[in-house]
């Protein structure tokens, strides 16, 4: 049996030419292959036919601790490099990278194993990865698909006879589009970046400099809130912490420039490099880099080199280099949205060093659906207190607590949503819906695929996308526009579905946030929970949401509150139904009035518009707290 591996509509149409095609068993590995096989009319298995997802869960759920050993294995290492003892600092700087790292390899190598499941002893084609190297935006991505660089290490261990192809790339806008069209969207998109260059290079960087000179110099013996994100709702809370308690604002953020390749910068990545191969060896001792007997230590410990040798080096560089701001402050706290992000790891190492305290503060639907160990790992255990946006958002948070003795305790004071207030205020001034219908997609996790089932398998949701916009198609008299994101291909592949279907009632958005669109459509069509569910709650507009219960686990108090408040379907085919019964009988019935418990658990906390008032408060409850002892980082 011949089986022929494919990830898009160009490696398909290798596969097709070949003399011997018609003995070929096609099987596609992604959502647009998906996509390109069902266009062309062909038979064929896609790699989701092949396994169940709860067994993939509970295989690759392991991780989580694995990814916790590592992370103290790093510890001992990393202490014999600075000569101090460092317990701890790897867990908040590397071990959602590690986890990452390990569940996409471990993902895609246990699904190309299921082919012998289904097919016995088999001859594999597949498709060389045009580039074996690191992503050069972030080394722990992969810069080519991951099947591509596995399928030899699978067929070598499964003693599968197998034959790589030349990389095939997919078709170019021009050979699809008119020179026209795809000349005015290359010129749009290139104003944009520039707009967006010259904005970030000439404001940003110049304020940040000119804050970072400020801070250097100054030291203070009254609170100052030291904030390193600007994301909704950080400046309304600096607004009100300065109005009601006198604090003063630092923003600590020191220029690319300011800590730069000196002698001192250049001798401590020596030594990281030089210390890398020891290192090397015990992680591939551990075992975890074995899938079923797939080694996968050659692929997977370039990223961990790049994750030591980059992410923990600058970043510990960074801290040493801005650590003086924080001892010259009397009292301060940290205050952040991200505080484990690449971005944000030198302050909170900082903040670590010289006993400063730490506060998050929520920034999307965290603890909506399922106790999320992402979000204690990344985001509550790096913090003194973490700022959640409602009583249901904490208490999901919190029943995560006593599940693994490795998740944390940490206070959750409920403060609201300042970005979901502004939305709740303007029920009453709101414009007129220009469109129907507003379907916002979301993003499919492929290569960056995170195993805590709270991901749509990423061909079921291409699938969910296709039909659904057939669906919406075939009600022509129905305005509709499909917000959508530019990440990981997604508006490219729904714009692909759109150009196939060619409705004349259907426009793509990529540009801009929901929150600013959120009354522009009479009915709100969500096919995952997310963010821009607690932001179409905050409407009072009719919502149509898909939550599968195939595909999440969700908390059924999360469930019952939703429910009042929205429209909701557990199965796709369900979710499509509905949809179609909503658009045959337009309008869609509307309620007397709109039940926001479900916003007020899980969004506001109280409808007064007073959540920035209470993120303050917080503040400085924590900063009037003992001072935390500081760690030798």
Request: charged share 20%.
């Amino acid at each position: 049996m011949i089986v022929g591996l494919f990830e898009n509509s160009a490696e398909l149409k290798v596969l097709r030419s070949r003399p011997d095609a018609g003995q070929i068993t096609l099987v596609a590995l992604t959502h647009e292959a998906d996509l390109a096989a069902y266009q062309s009319d062909f038979d064929y298995y896609t790699i989701e036919d092949l396994y169940d997802e709860a067994e993939l869960y509970r295989v690759t759920m392991p991780n989580f601790g694995h990814a916790f050993e590592l992370c103290g294995l790093l510890d001992v290492h990393l202490e014999r490099v600075m000569g101090a003892p460092l317990p701890g600092f790897t867990f908040f700087l590397l071990q959602h990278d590690l986890r990452c790292i390990l569940d996409r390899f471990w993902h895609r190598t246990w699904t190309l194993m299921q082919l012998t499941q289904r097919f016995g002893s088999c001859h594999i084609i597949g498709f060389a990865p045009a580039t074996d190297g690191l992503n050069p935006a972030d080394g722990q991505l992969p810069s080519a698909s991951l099947y591509s660089l596995l399928i030899p290490a699978v067929a070598k261990t499964l003693n599968t006879s197998l034959e790589m192809l030349p990389r095939a790339t997919t078709v170019s806008l021009l050979e699809t589009r008119s020179m026209t069209s795809v000349a005015r969207e290359l010129l749009a998109r290139a104003r944009l970046k520039l707009y967006r260059t010259v904005r970030y290079v000439v404001a940003q960087r110049l304020m940040n400099a000119l804050l970072w000179f400020r801070a250097k110099l100054t030291s203070t013996d009254y609170p100052i809130l030291v904030t390193t994100a600007w994301y909704p709702g950080v400046r309304e809370t600096v607004r009100a912490w300065t109005g009601r308690h006198g604090a003063h604002l630092r923003i600590v953020r020191p220029p690319k420039w300011s800590s730069g390749q000196n002698g001192k910068a250049t001798m401590m990545e020596n030594v990281m490099v030089t210390a890398w191969p020891a290192v090397a060896d015990a992680i591939r001792s551990t075992g975890y880099l074995n899938v079923d007997g797939v080694d996968i230590a050659d692929l997977t410990l370039p990223r961990f080199c790049w994750l030591w040798n980059h992410r923990a080096g600058d970043a510990i560089r960074e801290a040493r280099h801005i650590a003086p701001i924080y001892e010259r402050q009397s009292k301060a706290v940290l205050f952040t949205q991200y505080p484990a992000e690449e971005s944000e790891l030198p302050n909170l190492i900082a903040a670590r060093a010289t006993g400063c305290p730490v506060v998050a503060y929520q920034h999307g639907a965290y603890g909506m659906a399922v106790p999320d160990r992402h979000v204690n790992v990344m985001e509550i255990q790096p913090s003194d207190a973490f700022l959640v946006y409602g009583s249901g958002t904490a208490r999901d948070l919190a029943s995560g607590f006593g599940s693994d003795p490795r998740l944390c305790h940490r206070p959750l004071p409920n403060v609201g949503s300042i970005k979901l207030e502004g939305i709740w205020r303007t029920r009453t001034t709101r414009p007129d819906p220009i469109y129907d219908v507003c379907y916002v997609t979301s993003y499919p996790n492929t290569d960056t695929r995170y195993m805590e089932r709270s991901h749509h398998p990423p061909i079921a949701l291409g699938r969910l996308e296709r039909s659904l916009l057939r669906l919406l198609a075939g009600h022509p008299q129905r305005s509709v526009l499909v917000k959508t994101v530019n990440l990981y291909g997604q508006y490219h592949f729904i714009t692909k579905v759109v150009r196939y279907l060619s409705p004349t009632n259907i426009r793509i958005l990529t540009d801009g946030q929901f929150s600013d669109m959120a009354w522009c459509g009479r009915l709100i069509v969500i096919e995952s929970p997310s963010t821009v569910l607690l932001e179409a709650c905050a409407t009072n507009l009719p919502i149509l949401c898909l939550v599968n219960l195939d595909w999440l686990n969700v908390d059924s108090h999360w469930l019952d509150l939703l429910q009042r408040r929205a429209m909701v379907a557990t199965s796709v085919d369900d979710f499509l139904r509905q949809l179609d019964d909503i658009l045959a009988g337009w309008p869609p019935q509307k309620r007397n009035s709109v039940d926001d418990s479900f916003l007020l658990e899980y969004g506001i906390h109280r409808a007064d518009g007073r959540s920035a008032e209470r993120a303050a408060d917080a503040l400085a409850q924590v900063l009037n707290e003992k001072r935390i002892v500081p760690a030798n980082y």
